[in-house]
């Protein structure tokens, strides 16, 4: 899974450059759970072990960081 944003701003300038990140994170025996690549927007999770009947629901929070500009927020939901 990945984030993807546009921005408008002159692509040469450094007020153009998205950085992606995770601002809150949920943790299983002290790991992350998420993990983005700040500059693809790429999404990684964690592999669980799991009831194969039970359908995992996880959630976290993610931030598009724009040079220049406070962060934008925005919740992650993934699941059934």
């Known amino acids: 899974m990945d984030v ?3 921005d408008y701003d002159d692509p040469t300038s450094d007020n153009a450059r998205l ?9 299983i025996d002290g790991l992350p759970v998420f993990r983005i690549d700040p ?7 964690m592999v669980l ?5 039970a359908r995992p629901v996880l959630s976290g929070m993610r ?3 724009k040079r220049g500009v406070d962060e934008t ?3 992650l939901v993934v699941g059934p």
């Open 4 to 6: 993807r944003a546009t």
């Open 19 to 27: 950085d992606y990140s995770i601002i809150l994170n949920k943790e």
């Open 39 to 45: 500059s693809s927007g790429k999404i990684f999770a």
């Open 49 to 53: 072990e799991q009831d194969h009947n």
């Open 63 to 65: 931030s598009l960081l």
């Open 73 to 75: 927020p925005l919740l």
